[in-house]
């Protein structure tokens, strides 16, 4: 059972380049989240989707687009990466109503924008 | 605005040392807060919650909402402990997590 699993787990991009980190998650969750962790600043929630096909914003959203066109995954994309991007990026995802706050996690993909 | 503060970016006690690491909120609904842990090499992870009132791993938190607390304490701190701690604050009628900044417990032998 992998649990959530986020690809690539490092990623070196210049500035304006694009990407996508995928988190992919097998527990059949409905909620899933996007974080980024930055040092003194904790983990400040991007964007998080409550339901296939349905996404919401989080506290620092602008720079970053998320789809959940399936369940199971949570795609988080940059359109035009800066260096203030540079950060490690969390998914996680959370059971429903019957585990409200109880998220996992997965291992992080390290993410610098140079 | 909602806000999670943990004012202590790094707390270095002696082994069989009280722990006290601080948490407060600034919410004006009906907060449901949690403690989650960061071993090193391991994935952020739940440790414990208000609502469940349980001691996990010899932790405990109360939720104070007259000083819009949460602090986690544990009376005799092991090596094992060492970790990054966040409290983190769940929103009434919503799913989202906020999070604090993060307190590393180092434990010395």
């Known amino acids: 059972n992998a649990g959530v699993t986020q690809t690539p787990k490092f990623r070196v991009l210049k500035t304006g380049q694009s990407m996508t980190l995928l988190c992919a998650q097998d527990m059949n969750h409905e909620y899933m989240y996007w974080y980024r962790q930055d040092p003194g600043m904790g983990l400040r929630l991007i964007h998080y989707?409550?339901?296939?096909?349905?996404?919401a914003k989080g506290e620092v959203p602008d720079g970053y687009n998320v789809s959940r066109l399936k369940k199971q995954n949570f795609l988080l994309g940059l359109e035009s990466a800066a260096p203030s991007q540079t950060s490690v990026y969390f998914c996680?995802?959370?059971?429903?109503?019957?585990?409200?706050?109880?998220?996992?996690f997965g291992e992080g993909s390290r993410l610098t924008v140079l | 605005a909602q806000r999670v503060t943990q004012p202590e970016k790094l707390l270095s006690v002696f082994k069989g040392a009280p722990v006290e690491l601080k948490c407060n909120y600034s919410y004006s609904g009906s907060p449901e807060l949690f403690w989650y842990v960061q071993y090193s090499r391991q994935r952020l992870q739940l440790l414990l919650r208000h609502i469940s009132r349980e001691s996990i791993k010899g932790f405990t938190a109360d939720l104070n909402k007259g000083e819009t607390s949460f602090h986690l304490k544990k009376p005799f701190a092991q090596e094992e402990d060492s970790a990054m701690y966040y409290c983190a604050l769940l929103m009434d009628s919503s799913y989202k997590l906020i999070f604090g900044s993060g307190t590393r417990l180092l434990v010395r032998p």
């Open positions: 989707s409550v339901g296939e096909g349905t996404t």
């Open positions: 996680a995802s959370q059971p429903g109503q019957g585990a409200i706050g109880e998220l996992f």
